[in-house]
T-cell receptor, first 113, second 111 residues
């Protein structure tokens, strides 16, 4: 049972374009949604995260849009750079005792110069 | 600097042999996790722990054991390594907030 789904599986954009990565979840008890990125042969690292009290979280060129009613969220990367090329994982955890994080299968982003 | 370290960074093991992967964190976090990542795939939770001397099964615990002798240390044990356990293994730690901090990973090849 895949509780966190990501699409597309892979995405290629040109440098300067906006990349949009999608994520959806099933469990209504999920209350915290971090995104991690992973560069080749490196470990995942926290990029940005959001709680459902807000529907938008921005950090520089990275923005999470959150739709609680539809159980969907998306990560927008504006002015994409080749250095943004990585695999992006959407994750979710319950708000209470939220120590168990469920990861999506990831979106592989390639930014072409 | 707070960190999660893993050892060894890579290992070649023989089928049927015993493998122990070690993880040490200086984040002062209560929660520690072991994940495996297969080439081109996401992270799957094997075991986790929220207090010393106690471990919990994750989503794919079969063939793996875990040990948490102290807050800082968390080990993953493969009693009888199999070919299907070839993967990259990541250890992570977190506080109750959920943000996970990953170690550099261990590349395990079982022959």
């Amino acid at each position: 049972q895949q509780q966190v789904r990501q699409s597309p599986q892979s995405l290629t954009v040109w440098e300067g374009e906006t990349a949009i990565l999608n994520c959806s979840y099933e469990d209504s008890t999920f209350d915290y949604f971090p995104w991690y990125w992973q560069f080749p042969r490196e470990s995942p690292a926290l990029l940005i995260a959001i709680r459902p009290v807000s529907n938008k979280k921005e950090d520089g060129r990275f923005t999470i849009f959150f739709n609680k009613r539809e159980k969907k969220l998306s990560l927008h990367i504006t002015d994409s750079q080749p250095g943004d090329s990585a695999t992006y994982f959407c994750a979710a955890s319950p708000g209470t005792g939220g120590y168990k994080v469920v990861f999506g299968s990831g979106t592989r982003l390639l930014v072409s110069p | 600097e707070a960190a999660v370290t893993q050892s060894p960074r890579s290992k070649v093991a023989v089928t049927g042999g015993k493998v122990t992967l070690s993880c040490h964190q200086t984040n002062n976090h209560d929660y520690m996790y072991w994940y495996r990542q297969d080439t081109g795939h996401g992270l799957r939770l094997i075991h986790y722990s929220y207090v010393a001397d106690s471990t919990e099964k994750g989503d794919i615990p079969d063939g793996y054991k875990a040990s948490r002798p102290s807050q800082e240390n968390f080990s993953l044990i493969l009693e009888l390594a199999s070919l299907s356990q070839t993967a990259v293994y990541f250890c992570a730690s977190s506080d109750t907030g959920g943000d996970q901090y990953f170690g550099p990973g261990t590349r395990l090849l079982v022959l």
